[in-house]
């Protein structure tokens, strides 16, 4: 399949001495070992999900397998360890592959950046009834996108830095090889549900992409081509 156009995506949460321009993260799984776990990434899973670089269907030769059958509800889990500084804006870039559609929003692939103490400021359902559906703190609110099963997207989050804090806003862009679907103006948002969690995630998790798939079983998900680039200082 030909490489899908990538959408870069502005967020914060990256090392403000990095020029722009600078990728503080390329990753596109064609140096990790097939069977085990995507090298650089931390990797959490237990008996009954898992995560794993696999040679189908991918954007090149591999890409990142999540499945979930039974063990913890939020894993398995795949967290960047690229955060640092809160006074720049990046672009962030990542491919999915859905293989089965999943009966909520709320038990669906997500898509999350971590923020202040550690609890996300974006946290993205993919792949549900919604198609789309950005968590607030008073739950999930539709975006009605028309995702279809093994097809590869490309999904882009423009943020400013996190010094905005809750007052920020964002835009998420949603992208196939035949159309380009942006949604504006969505606030951030630190959902009630979450609480500080250092004790689960490392300690560089701020301002990082992170990938979980909760009960899910039999809908496996594919994810492929991510990166992280310095665009500008604030």
């Given at each position: 399949?030909?490489?899908?156009?990538?959408?870069?995506?502005?967020?914060?949460?990256?090392?403000?001495?990095?020029?722009?321009?600078?990728?503080?993260?390329?990753?596109d799984?064609?140096?990790?070992?097939?069977?085990?776990?995507?090298?650089?990434?931390v990797?959490?899973?237990?008996e009954?999900?898992?995560?794993?670089?696999?040679?189908?269907?991918?954007?090149?030769?591999?890409?990142?397998?999540?499945?979930?059958?039974?063990?913890?509800?939020?894993?398995?889990?795949?967290?960047?360890?690229?955060?640092?500084?809160?006074?720049?804006?990046?672009?962030?870039?990542?491919?999915?592959?859905?293989?089965?559609?999943?009966?909520?929003?709320?038990?669906?692939?997500?898509?999350?950046?971590r923020?202040?103490?550690?609890?996300?400021?974006i946290?993205?359902?993919?792949?549900?009834?919604?198609g789309?559906?950005p968590?607030?703190r008073?739950?999930?609110?539709?975006?009605?996108?028309?995702?279809?099963?093994?097809?590869?997207?490309?999904?882009?989050?423009?943020?400013?830095?996190?010094?905005?804090?809750?007052?920020?806003?964002?835009?998420?862009?949603?992208s196939d090889?035949?159309r380009?679907?942006?949604?504006?103006?969505?606030?951030?948002?630190i959902?009630?549900?979450?609480?500080?969690?250092?004790?689960?995630?490392?300690?560089?998790?701020?301002?990082?992409?992170?990938?979980?798939?909760p009960?899910?079983?039999?809908?496996?998900?594919?994810i492929d081509?991510?990166?992280?680039?310095?665009i500008?200082?604030?």
């Amino acid at each position: 399949m030909a490489r899908l156009c990538v959408i870069c995506a502005l967020l914060s949460g990256v090392l403000s001495a990095a020029s722009p321009g600078t990728y503080l993260l390329r990753d596109d799984f064609e140096k990790s070992a097939a069977g085990g776990k995507p090298a650089g990434w931390v990797a959490m899973s237990d008996e009954g999900n898992e995560i794993a670089v696999v040679a189908q269907p991918a954007i090149g030769t591999r890409a990142v397998r999540l499945s979930h059958t039974s063990g913890t509800v939020w894993k398995p889990y795949l967290s960047g360890v690229f955060g640092g500084g809160s006074d720049t804006m990046t672009a962030v870039d990542f491919d999915v592959y859905f293989t089965g559609r999943f009966t909520a929003d709320a038990k669906s692939f997500f898509f999350i950046m971590r923020g202040p103490v550690d609890t996300p400021y974006i946290r993205i359902a993919l792949g549900g009834p919604s198609g789309a559906a950005p968590e607030g703190r008073d739950g999930f609110f539709p975006l009605n996108v028309p995702i279809r099963t093994n097809t590869w997207y490309h999904i882009s989050v423009r943020i400013d830095a996190l010094s905005k804090g809750e007052s920020g806003t964002y835009t998420l862009i949603i992208s196939d090889a035949t159309r380009v679907m942006p949604f504006e103006n969505i606030p951030l948002c630190i959902p009630k549900s979450y609480a500080p969690s250092k004790k689960i995630f490392p300690a560089k998790a701020e301002g990082s992409p992170g990938f979980t798939l909760p009960e899910a079983p039999g809908k496996d998900v594919y994810i492929d081509n991510v990166s992280i680039q310095v665009i500008d200082k604030k």
